[in-house]
T-cell receptor, first 114, second 116 residues
Framework: NAGVTQTPKFQVLKTGQSMTLQCAQDMNHEYMSWYRQDPGMGLRLIHYSVGAGITDQGEVPNGYNVSRSTTEDFPLRLLSAAPSQTSVYFC?????????????FGPGTRLTVT | AQTVTQSQPEMSVQEAETVTLSCTYDTSESNYYLFWYKQPPSRQMILVIRQEAYKQQNATENRFSVNFQKAAKSFSLKISDSQLGDTAMYFCAFMKQTQGAQKLVFGQGTRLTINP
């Protein structure tokens, strides 16, 4: 098992550019999430999914879109990058919705918007 | 809305010492989970320990244990016999028990350095 994988590991964008951060898991997990981590702050939930075709907003969804066409993949799209989106992005997955189900995190993508 | 506060931005101890990291939270929920995550320089988020609010017994995992004070809304992490590999950022996190999805709320983190 590769677990949760994220690509790319690093990315630099110019303001206004768009891009997609990729996330995939091979554990057949229904639940997947995107978080962002800013300096001096903990992770904050952007969007999450409870299964293929079902997504919802988290705490900081503005400027991001998600879709979930398969169980394995959960891409995060930045439509028009802004410097405020400079952050480290983490994808996570779990087999269930409760705290008994461990949430597995990917290695993160460091995004810089200039 | 739930909030999680870690009041110690940085801590430093000598190897083999015991260290306690503090965490307080605010919620009106009666059942929830609390977690401690470790983030070493590799950036990987690693679950250290979890506690369900309905369980009175404090959770332990080898050298890691928690002091869960539900009435005081306090959830501290004790690391015994600290090792150089324990050097990392540590995040306290909260999750409601029943919400149909896993939504973690994190504290700001404590940077722990273990000195040789």
């Amino acid at each position: 098992n590769a677990g949760v994988t994220q690509t790319p590991k690093f990315q630099v964008l110019k303001t206004g550019q768009s891009m997609t951060l990729q996330c995939a898991q091979d554990m057949n997990h229904e639940y997947m999430s995107w978080y962002r981590q800013d300096p001096g702050m903990g992770l904050r939930l952007i969007h999450y999914s409870v299964g293929a075709g079902i997504t919802d907003q988290g705490e900081v969804p503005n400027g991001y879109n998600v879709s979930r066409s398969t169980t394995e993949d959960f891409p995060l799209r930045l439509l028009s990058a802004a410097p405020s989106q400079t952050s480290v992005y983490f994808c996570a997955s779990s087999s269930g919705p409760t705290g008994e189900n461990e949430q597995y995190f990917g290695p993160g993508t460091r995004l810089t918007v200039t | 809305a739930q909030t999680v506060t870690q009041s110690q931005p940085e801590m430093s101890v000598q190897e083999a010492e015991t260290v306690t990291l503090s965490c307080t939270y605010d919620t009106s929920e009666s059942n929830y989970y609390l977690f401690w995550y470790k983030q070493p320089p590799s950036r990987q988020m690693i679950l250290v320990i979890r506690q369900e609010a309905y369980k009175q017994q404090n959770a332990t995992e080898n050298r890691f244990s928690v002091n869960f004070q539900k009435a005081a809304k306090s959830f501290s992490l004790k690391i015994s016999d600290s090792q150089l590999g324990d050097t990392a950022m540590y995040f306290c996190a909260f999750m409601k028990q029943t919400q149909g999805a896993q939504k973690l709320v994190f504290g700001q983190g404590t940077r722990l350095t273990i000195n040789p």
